[in-house]
T-cell receptor, first 114, second 116 residues
Framework: NAGVMQNPRHLVRRRGQEARLRCSPM?????VYWYRQLPEEGLKFMVY????????ESGMPKERFSAEFPKEGPSILRIQQVVRGDSAAYFC????????????FGPGTRLTVT | AQTVTQSQPEMSVQEAETVTLSCTYD???????LFWYKQPPSRQMILVIR??????QNATENRFSVNFQKAAKSFSLKISDSQLGDAAMYFC?????????????FGKGTHLIIQP
């Protein structure tokens, strides 16, 4: 049973470019969460999605960041016009239900903005 | 808003000894989940143990156990017979039950060093 998949594992972007991070949840999971981890910090919740719906985006910056989880295919976290402060590890997690509590994490994508 | 505090940035323990990592949290909810996650150098987040707030019995997973004190809002992790593979960052996390649509709230982590 494959775990949560994220790609790419490492992404380098110049300031002003766009970054697209992909997440495929565990088989059978329809709930996806995105988190950001800055250096020396814990993970910070960004957004929670179900298939075709954004349920909670309270942790997402208002500008330049967007997320989607289409009916078919992976969830995408998109960062437009990246700045150096966006450099971080971005983790995706999935859960079987919204109330099950447990979230299973992918290996993360390390974004470096130069 | 819920907050999770880990007051020990770093802990060190001799191999085969026991170590306890501290975590306190603040919430007005009566029902919630608490977790300990391990993040080794690979950066993969691994679930170590979980506790439901309505359960009085402390959760145990092999060498890992928790001391859950609901009134004190304390949730410590005890690692017995420490092994070199236990070296990692350990994060305490909280999630409320009502609504069910929340992400996890994490503490800043404790870096655990295992001395051979």
């Amino acid at each position: 049973n494959a775990g949560v998949m994220q790609n790419p594992r490492h992404l380098v972007r110049r300031r002003g470019q766009e970054a697209r991070l992909r997440c495929s949840p565990m088989k059978g999971h329809s709930h996806v969460y995105w988190y950001r981890q800055l250096p020396e910090e814990g993970l910070k919740f960004m957004v929670y999605l179900q298939k075709e719906n954004i349920i909670d985006e309270s942790g997402m910056p208002k500008e330049r960041f967007s997320a989607e989880f289409p009916k078919e295919g992976p969830s995408i976290l998109r960062i437009q016009q990246v700045v150096r402060g966006d450099s971080a590890a971005y983790f995706c997690a999935s859960s079987l239900t919204s109330w099950s509590g447990e979230q299973y994490f992918g290996p993360g994508t390390r974004l470096t903005v130069t | 808003a819920q907050t999770v505090t880990q007051s020990q940035p770093e802990m060190s323990v001799q191999e085969a000894e026991t170590v306890t990592l501290s975590c306190t949290y603040d919430t007005s909810e009566s029902d919630y989940y608490l977790f300990w996650y391990k993040q080794p150098p690979s950066r993969q987040m691994i679930l170590v143990i979980r506790q439901e707030a309505y359960k009085q019995q402390n959760a145990t997973e092999n060498r890992f156990s928790v001391n859950f004190q609901k009134a004190a809002k304390s949730f410590s992790l005890k690692i017995s017979d420490s092994q070199l593979g236990d070296a990692a960052m350990y994060f305490c996390a909280y999630r409320r039950v009502v609504g069910g649509a929340d992400g996890l709230t994490f503490g800043k982590g404790t870096h655990l060093i295992i001395q051979p």
